[in-house]
């Protein structure tokens, strides 16, 4: 029981380069989201999926897009990648919108 | 005025002290509370999860809720180094609602 990975770990690209991270889970929950972290601004969630087939923003869906592929899986695409998306991405899941959210590793994503 | 506050520290406390960890909060809807610890370079994970105001305590951890004045602590009796963490306050406003939002992190060290 894995819980919730995330690849790649680390990641660097170029302004305008596009990538998508890679989210999986392995307890059956509904919901999955998508937050990054940044020094002096917390956790922010970027977007989220209710349950499988429904996605929705959260605070700063700016410059994303995601695709919930099925139950277990959720990804997150930067089309064209900048420089102010220089962070560390969290992937997460829950049973439902009160329950808890368990976290994956991260993502270190650095953007030149 | 930010949703979440929290003292971003950091703070330093000798071991077997006890830690006391704030965040206030602006949004009377909240109605879940939960605190967060996450170690250096990992994921956030889920330490206490408290529904409305009142007391829970999980071993050396206690949370306090008091929504009377928007306010919530974790304390930590008899610190451990291993405690040493960034420590995350997170609310919701329940059912229907999939975003957490977060406070920016209390990182403690607890010297031995």
């Known amino acids: 029981n894995a819980g919730v990975t995330q690849t790649p770990k680390f990641q660097v690209l170029k302004t305008g380069q596009s990538m998508t991270l890679q989210c999986a889970q392995d307890?059956?929950?509904?919901?999955m989201y998508w937050y990054r972290q940044d020094p002096g601004m917390g956790l922010r969630l970027i977007y989220y999926s209710a349950s499988e087939g429904t996605t929705d923003k959260g605070e700063v869906p700016n410059g994303y897009n995601v695709s919930r592929l099925n139950k277990r899986e959720f990804s997150l695409r930067l089309e064209s990648a900048a420089p102010s998306q220089t962070s560390v991405y969290f992937c997460?899941?829950?049973?439902?919108?009160?329950?808890?959210?368990?976290f994956g590793p991260g993502t270190r994503l650095t953007v030149l | 005025q930010k949703e979440v506050e929290q003292d971003p520290g950091p703070l330093s406390v000798p071991e077997g002290a006890i830690v006391s960890l704030n965040c206030t909060y602006s949004n009377s809807a909240f109605q879940y509370f939960m605190w967060y610890r996450q170690y250096s370079r990992k994921g956030p994970e889920l330490l206490m999860y408290?529904?409305?105001?009142g007391n829970k305590e999980d071993g050396r951890f206690t949370a306090q809720v008091d929504k009377s004045s928007k306010y919530i602590s974790l304390f930590i009796r008899d610190s451990q180094p291993s405690d040493s963490a960034t420590y995350l306050c997170?609310?919701?406003?329940?059912?229907?609602?999939?975003?957490?939002?977060f406070g920016k992190g209390t990182k403690l060290s607890v010297i031995p």
């Open positions: 307890m059956n929950h509904n919901s």
């Open positions: 997460a899941s829950s049973e439902g919108s009160v329950s808890t959210q368990y």
């Open positions: 997170a609310m919701s406003q329940g059912a229907g609602s999939y975003q957490l939002t």
């Open positions: 408290t529904y409305s105001s």
